[in-house]
């Protein structure tokens, strides 16, 4: 059974930080892309990052460049993303997915989804 479990959401003050953890099972993490959504009250899910499966090759939404980064360890089937300098539009419910595609260098639209990770950025 596939799923992927979400954590390290909190409250957190504008230039802070946080890391999410996304926990992979019921597949091998190696041989796939995953990517990193979000979505805030009454908006449009968006694409955070990606990171693909062979080359470990990184991609992410012009909003969160230079600021967020995602990472994986393939051995604790984990995948992260580092959010430093958050700001109050960050503030969101952060999922991972990952469309199951075996040796993807792109993440293409989830097929699978955890339950959410949520992140508040406030004074």
């Known amino acids: 059974q596939v799923q992927l479990v979400e954590s390290g959401g909190g409250l957190v003050q504008p230039g802070g930080s946080l890391r999410l953890s996304c926990v992979v099972s019921g597949f091998t993490l190696d041989n796939y892309a995953i990517a990193w959504f979000r979505q805030a009250p009454g908006q449009q899910r968006e694409g955070v990052s990606c990171?693909?499966?062979?080359?470990?090759?990184?991609y992410y939404g012009d909003s969160v460049k230079g600021r967020f980064t995602t990472s994986r360890d393939n051995a604790r089937n984990t995948v992260y993303l580092q959010m430093n300098n958050l700001k109050p539009e960050d503030t969101a419910d952060y999922y991972c997915?990952?469309?199951?595609?075996?040796?993807?260098?792109?993440?293409?639209?989830?097929?699978?989804w955890g339950q959410g990770t949520q992140v508040t950025v406030s004074s």
């Open positions: 990171i693909s499966s062979s080359d470990g090759n990184t």
């Open positions: 997915g990952t469309d199951l595609d075996i040796g993807a260098t792109m993440c293409g639209p989830p097929n699978y």
